[in-house]
């Protein structure tokens, strides 16, 4: 038996634009207008109200702030160099090189991500009505509304958001362009997909699942363009008729025959998800412009790869964190069997996705039964499209994804780096929850949104930093009672990250390097204080490091025995703060100042420089340094588009 969650009304003579759902009996236009218009309002209401909620009650964290830092420089042209130091492509940073002109406040800085978020939200729900009835496709926006993951990337200066609503773009143009035969829609899906190439290289991945699903589709409408027009050429009119309302309607086995049906050529009755009649000579058309898009999408992708990618990671700026903090999302042999990593995994993607283990592996459980009903053919979709081509779609992206992790290029896992497969998982769960209860959709989305209330309100695991450690008054008193302690003329001492968000919030300007090669360490005016901070390889300071740093950075500057400096220390420090505090106490920090779990500063004593320490020497970071200087000038090849064919040569003769 067939389950339906795409059938269109045959009946058009009630009113115009009207669907009819078929998860039940009885129901009025006032339950439909509800499921339909209400409640889908109300959702992105309260979805972008959260967003709006989170962009200005907490404080920036450290990869925010390095976004600023990037967008911060002088010239749009420094930007872009700066951009490219960083391991996205750079169109954001280029378009926060102007839109920080409208504020430096966290809301206003955060704004575009929380539009586009919500943006994300309203496309993918009509994405999702496109291929399933209004109910499911409801169940899938609160899921893209209220998931843990999107509210928090949907209120940060990353690329997350913006590339989430490019792929909910590309989904529902492409569907349409489809459907309709539209070139004008075909060429927006190909500039979003290239926009979304700028944005973050996990679009690479989705345009090559994208590719694949859309040759298939294309197959499928070639075949259908041709038993239209039938063997000995066009079929004359009314069989032609027939032929396109047997496609817009397909009927279940079990389904009566509907009476009174009308006479097609209403134009004024017509529903606004009907499929045009098709023609090979059309559906060549969009073939073509879409193939032109394509190969427009790749020489970007290649473009941003080889002069972007590879020199970055011959420079040693990529591979060390695959082996740090994504170490378990890239595969490692030593580690598990490659069966093990896809499927703990890809419990992992989902557990990210919806902010707690349980809810995780249930909407896994669900989008697993879609997936499976998809490609066994057992489910009827609207606009005949095809179960078999979705399930190809949905479980494409998750096998691209993974085989990337296996071949260790890119993370797998609960990461935001898998963001990218929130609309597959959705339209998934979709698909197998709709299947599981067709007549109980007030219960299932009572359900629903009380597991996502569960995820939200108690996150398991919990978020890096807590949200009571993330307020913004925290911050504030922190670098009021920093300043009130502190004299001018003081020295600050500073990690990466934390000289990130002191530059912000403290000095009004970056105090740490930005291009290639970066020295061990640099110190630079802060109003008064001189702000000290290493290179990015010392991301954050540690117990079993901080007395070696201390002592490299006496060397480094030829701090005298006994002088004073203060340690200022914040972000993503929960796990590190506790032990690097003990250390400090051997060097006079007996009682940091705290403001939360993520923010801590103390005096310190300086021990002065050891004798038979060089000024500047650091042979933990001298071989690293090396490769950097060597790779700096293959970084800077990038940096002018005219140079790009000399580069290729260059590549190629080596």
């Not at 989008?367 to 489910?379: A, E, N, Y």
């Not at 779609?393 to 993370?411: D, K």
């Not at 299932?444 to 009380?450: D, L, N």
């Not at 020497?617 to 064919?645: C, P, W």
């Amino acid at each position: 038996m067939r389950v339906h969650l795409g059938m269109i009304s045959a009946s058009k003579g009630a009113s115009s634009r009207e669907e009819e759902i078929h998860l039940g009996s009885g129901e009025s236009a006032l339950e439909r207008t509800i499921w339909v218009h209400i409640l889908p309002a109300l959702v992105i209401i309260v979805g972008l109200a959260a967003r709006l909620y989170k962009a200005a009650a907490y404080f920036l964290n450290p990869d925010e702030a390095l976004h600023l830092v990037l967008a911060g420089q002088p010239s749009v042209r420094l930007a872009y160099k700066a951009a490219l130091t960083n391991a996205h492509p750079p169109l954001l940073v280029l378009f926060l090189h102007y839109w920080r002109w409208l504020g430096q406040s966290e809301f206003v800085l955060r704004l575009p991500s929380v539009l586009a978020g919500t943006a994300c939200c309203c496309i993918g729900y009509l994405w999702l009505k496109q291929l399933l009835e209004s109910r499911p496709a409801f169940i899938g926006l609160l899921l893209l509304a209220f998931s843990p993951a999107f509210i928090g990337l949907s209120a940060e200066i990353r690329q997350y958001a913006l590339l989430l609503f490019l792929i909910s773009a590309c989904l529902y143009l492409a569907e349409r362009a489809l459907r309709e035969n539209s070139v004008v829609l075909m060429l927006l899906f190909s500039l979003s997909l290239c926009l979304a190439l700028l944005i973050h290289y996990s679009a690479l991945l989705f345009a090559f699942t994208m590719g694949i699903y859309m040759l298939v589709r294309f197959c499928g409408l070639r075949a259908e363009a041709r038993s239209i027009s039938g063997p000995k050429g066009p079929i004359e009119k009314s069989k032609l008729d027939r032929s396109a309302e047997a496609l817009r309607y397909p009927k279940a086995e079990d389904e009566p025959k509907a009476e009174n049906q009308p006479k097609s050529g209403n134009k004024e009755d017509s529903d606004d998800t009907q499929q045009p009649i098709l023609s090979h000579a059309k559906t060549m058309q969009i073939f073509i412009v879409w193939v032109i898009g394509q190969i427009v999408a790749l020489a970007v992708g290649a473009y941003f790869v080889f002069t972007h990618l590879i020199p970055l990671r011959r420079a040693g700026m990529l591979v060390p964190d695959y082996d740090t903090y994504l170490r378990k999302s890239i595969f490692h042999a030593s580690d598990r069997s490659i069966t093990g990593f896809v499927a703990v995994q890809t419990l992992r993607v989902f557990t990210y996705l919806f902010g707690h283990g349980l809810v995780g592996s249930l909407v896994l459980l669900a989008f697993v039964v879609g997936i499976v009903l998809l490609l066994r053919g057992k489910v009827s979709l609207r606009n005949d499209l095809r179960p078999r081509a979705l399930g190809l779609l949905l479980g494409m992206g998750f096998v691209v994804n993974c085989a990337a992790a296996l071949a260790r290029q890119y993370p797998y896992g609960g990461t935001r780096h898998s963001a990218w497969l929130l609309l597959f998982a959705v339209a998934g769960e979709c698909v197998g929850l709709a299947a599981w209860a067709r007549t109980k959709f007030w219960l299932t989305s009572g359900v629903v949104v009380c597991s996502l209330v569960i995820a939200n309100l108690f996150p398991a695991p919990a978020p890096l930093i807590r949200p009571k450690n993330q307020a913004r008054a925290l911050m504030r008193e922190a670098v009021d009672s920093f300043r009130q302690s502190a004299s001018a003329g003081s020295v600050v001492i500073a990690d990466y990250q934390t000289g990130l968000l002191f530059g912000h919030y403290v000095c009004g300007h970056s105090v740490v390097q930005v291009f290639l090669p970066m020295k061990d360490f640099v110190s630079a005016d802060c109003g008064g204080y001189t702000v000290i901070t290493p290179s990015s390889r010392d991301f954050r300071f540690y117990g079993d490091n901080i007395d070696d740093r201390l002592r490299l950075i006496a060397a480094e500057y030829r701090l005298t025995r006994g002088s004073r400096a203060w340690l200022f220390d914040a972000g993503w420090i929960s796990d590190s703060a506790p032990p690097l505090q003990l250390e400090l106490a051997k060097s006079g920090c007996a009682a940091p100042k705290k403001f939360g779990e993520n923010i801590f500063w103390c005096a310190i004593a300086i021990e002065g420089f050891p004798q038979g320490v060089k000024s500047g020497t650091n042979l933990k970071h001298q071989s690293s340094q090396r490769n950097a200087a060597k790779y700096a000038k293959e970084i800077l090849v990038g940096m002018d588009g005219f140079r790009f064919l000399k580069y290729i040569q260059k590549r190629c003769a080596s």
